[in-house]
């Protein structure tokens, strides 16, 4: 049983039994490999996506099960979303903890890949990854993008740019940049030429997050 706060009594949160129905799926994952899903209070770590210690204590799953795959990915984390009713759960709160989730989950596949390939394959891989995001982040800006066509609604085009910028110092440069910053982005809408597709750039950022959560301590 989730322990998430309410929102108020007339206020819209997160469906309830959606919201249960997922962790409860989370916990069933990590508990067939002897360990347990962080719960709504677990701490967050450093905010970068990395946490410290190791085994247990870094992904919840007991380190003699660390090379043993869970039935749960960071990307079904990722794209977890959970209709609006009233009373629900705080989305904030709901939010923060898919956050933490993702973040366990991640570091156990990162643990994953390095036995199976050694800890040098799984960089090697790792940076194939990376290259495939900041391909598209040393593109100028304007360009990064497709833009949304008609009257479809796009993100503004300067404030995805912004991120973007942040995001090639972190990558090419090493200059600091949480994770959850990426994660909560929220950009002002743009309609047709004047904003970039939505879809791509939410897959670009889905791609940073990922790297940026499994890249090692």
Known sequence: ?????RAGRVARGYDVDEVDAFFAQARLAYERLG???PGPE???GSGNGSGTGSGAAASGVPAARAGTPLDLSALDVREASFPLARHGYDVAAVDAALA???DAVARHEREVLVARSGREGFLEELAGRARVVTARLRR???DRFARAGGLHRGYHV???DALCRRLRGYFDDGEALAVDDVRTAVF???RGRRGYAEAPVDALLARAVEVMVTAPD
């Open 1 to 5: 049983m989730s322990s998430f706060p």
């Open 140 to 142: 100028e800006d304007g």
């Open 158 to 160: 300067g404030d995805v």
């Open 188 to 190: 002002r809408s743009r």
């Open 100 to 102: 933490r989730l993702e």
């Open 35 to 37: 360990g347990s899903v």
């Open 42 to 44: 677990a701490s967050t």
